[in-house]
């Protein structure tokens, strides 16, 4: 069903919103479960921030999400999307909104096209013309194809043409490159860049460390329905303060490998005897990735 045309007073009010992201004390419990999946989580985005949700699977990360949308209103807390809190959320909410699930529903006896003409129906605000859209993740000369007989790499990058169509302020991506080859997943992260270089408030649910410290300001360690940690990839990754380094030298015509604390290799004898002699073959240092401090937070990876 269309949503109505916005009324000059809460369009106004609309776009006078924030585009912020504020989470407070947030518990969620499915109908019927034990215990809540989501746990006592508070965060904030500011507007043209990217910050992802990182996370193993079942750590509560589409859930969040979900909330975040306006999918469960059963949650407890408070989370304020666009100035408005998510349980009281009316059909105005998502027309400045983008929203690509990792598993997208569409109808499988349409195109490409009709599916995608269907869903603009659904929004009072103008609707890009979706071919450029698709030309740019490969499917426009499948355009007029039935999208029941899509692969599902195809159908990722068609829910993902089909949240940026109304050219929303707020796009929640769920795993988006998910499923993908790498030459359609870097096309994909390159969109993605490109709506942040627009100034769009971003939130990427992903369990692929690379892509959040690609893409992301700030990632958000998820894992039993808990915020475990939250931070910028560098400042996360440096948290653990002395990194090593990792040095090889000439001795006795053979190359020896060593390694020291960053903070202790003006004192390493091996490593200021092969500088002195000119025998030092190569330095590099060790920093963290991004899995490495989740595991080292959490106790747990991130597949």
Do not use: W
């Amino acid at each position: 069903m269309r949503t109505s045309a916005l009324p000059d007073a809460d369009e106004r009010n609309f776009h006078e919103m924030t585009k912020r992201i504020a989470v407070q004390d947030v518990y969620l419990q499915y109908p019927g479960a034990k215990q809540d999946t989501i746990k006592g989580i508070s965060f904030e985005v500011e507007q043209g921030e990217i910050l992802g949700f990182l996370g193993p699977s079942g750590a509560g990360k589409s859930t969040l999400q979900k909330i975040l949308t306006g999918v469960f209103r059963q949650y407890r807390g408070k989370v304020q999307v666009q100035g408005l809190e998510v349980k009281n959320r009316t059909n105005i909410f998502y027309e400045n909104i983008g929203v690509d699930f990792e598993f997208p529903n569409f109808y499988g006896k349409f195109s490409a096209l009709e599916n995608l003409k269907f869903f603009a129906s659904l929004y009072a605000t103008k609707i890009s013309d979706p071919m450029p859209l698709l030309e740019r993740v490969g499917l426009h000369l499948d355009a007029d194809k039935k999208v029941g007989d899509y692969s599902k790499g195809m159908k990722m990058r068609l829910g993902f043409v089909r949240c940026l169509l109304h050219n929303p302020e707020l796009l929640f991506l769920d795993e988006p490159t998910s499923g993908l080859d790498p030459a359609n997943a870097r096309t994909l992260k390159d969109m993605i860049a490109e709506q942040k270089s627009m100034g769009k408030t971003i939130i990427l649910t992903t369990h692929n460390m690379h892509d959040a410290e690609e893409l992301c300001d700030r990632v958000a360690f998820i894992v039993d329905g808990k915020l475990a940690a939250c931070g910028t990839p560098r400042s996360l990754r440096q948290s653990d303060a002395d990194a090593k380094v990792e040095f090889c030298y000439l001795a006795d015509g053979r190359e020896v490998r060593s390694d020291c604390l960053l903070s202790a290799l003006g004192a390493s004898d091996a490593f200021q005897s092969a500088l002195r002699s000119g025998t030092l073959t190569s330095i590099h240092s060790k920093e963290q990735s991004l899995e490495d401090v989740f595991i080292a937070i959490t106790g747990r990876g991130l597949q």
